[in-house]
């Protein structure tokens, strides 16, 4: 099974942009779907963002427009550019893939 770590989370004033990075243990390039997924406090998780192997993607609506996911198979890392960030965006970021989850990184978008 595959290991996942993110970074690149942090504390960000609205309209500012952050990367996180979700990096694995072994090879993704067999790994069909990688997503990267969130959870508010007191809200569940939720979908962020999906890619495929063909770098196929899909976005939840309220991210739109706003965040790119993309994936290097050969640096075995995949992230989620965030552009326009929204106090709304304020949540534990995790990525996902072959079953497994990462520890999560935390977003915080304030003034």
């Known amino acids: 099974q595959v290991q996942l770590v993110e970074s690149g989370g942090g504390l960000v004033q609205p309209g500012g942009s952050l990367r996180l990075s979700c990096a694995a243990s072994?090879?993704?390039?067999?790994?069909?779907?990688m997503a990267w997924y969130r959870q508010a406090p007191g809200k569940q998780r939720e979908l962020v963002a999906t890619i495929t192997s063909a770098g196929r993607r899909n976005y939840a609506d309220s991210v739109k427009g706003r965040f790119t996911i993309s994936r290097d198979n050969a640096k075995n890392t995949m992230y989620l550019q965030m552009n326009s960030l929204k106090p709304e965006d304020t949540a534990v970021y995790y990525c996902n893939g072959d079953l497994s989850w990462g520890q999560g990184t935390q977003v915080t978008v304030s003034s």
């Open positions: 072994r090879s993704i390039f067999s790994i069909y779907v």
